[in-house]
Each structure stands twice: as C-alpha cells, then as structure tokens.
C-alpha cells in the first residue's frame, strides 16, 4: 500500500521548533520530489518547501525561508521538515506530498496531515 505518514507536530511557543518526518512505505522516495504544504484555518493549502530529487535544489515559500529547512533521508524513505523560530502565522496542519513521473511510474502521494500549533 502507497503511503506517506507525518508526525512531530504538536503545540509550540513563538520562537520554538519542531521537526516534521514524513515516512514513505509502498514506495521509495529516492525517485520523487518531496515537498511539505501547509493549510491554516479558512486559507488554502500553500507550498512551504520543495527538494528535487537527490536533493539537489530545495525551494522555499518567502514566508518560511532562512527559518525552515527541508531534507531528505533516502536509506530511510523519510523526508523531514526543520522549523526554527517559529511563530503564530505558521499555525496549520502541515501535509507531505511525493510525486514521481517518467521514466517512472507516475505518482502523487499526500499525507494525512500533522498539526502545528504556534501559541503562547
């Protein structure tokens, strides 16, 4: 079964961290580029990182670069997101998506979410 399951979110104070993993089964992540989005209260869903594959490139949202940091541990089929000096508006439940083309099989993969909750 194709999977991808997020965890580490949880509730935290403006200026703390948290790191998101994203474990991938069914599948191997060496061949997908891996992103994290995120979705707060009555906004829409925004892209907040993205690595190609092998990791080469990494792209951020303006919102989160220099503060968030997006790697990937192939051996463990696990992507992870780092997040640093947090604060309030990064409040939202952060999503995982894979998605692989040719030469390969075609996939788009979504998590299931985790919730990060930003508050003093």
């Known amino acids: 079964q194709v999977q991808l399951v997020e965890s580490g979110g949880g509730l935290v104070q403006p200026g703390g961290s948290l790191r998101l993993s994203c474990a991938a089964s069914?599948?191997?992540?060496?061949?997908?580029?891996m992103s994290w989005y995120r979705q707060a209260p009555g906004k829409e869903r925004e892209l907040v990182a993205i690595?190609?594959?092998?990791?080469?490139?990494?792209t951020y949202a303006d919102s989160v670069e220099g503060r968030f940091t997006i790697s990937r541990d192939n051996a463990r089929n696990t992507v992870y997101l780092q997040m640093d000096s947090l604060r309030p508006e990064d409040t939202a439940v952060y999503y995982c998506?894979?998605?692989?083309?040719?030469?390969?099989?075609?996939?788009?993969?979504w998590g299931q979410g985790t919730l990060v909750t930003v508050s003093s």
């Open positions: 069914g599948f191997t992540i060496g061949t997908c580029s």
């Open positions: 690595t190609s594959i092998a990791g080469v490139r990494t």
């Open positions: 998506n894979a998605v692989q083309r040719f030469p390969y099989t075609n996939l788009d993969v």
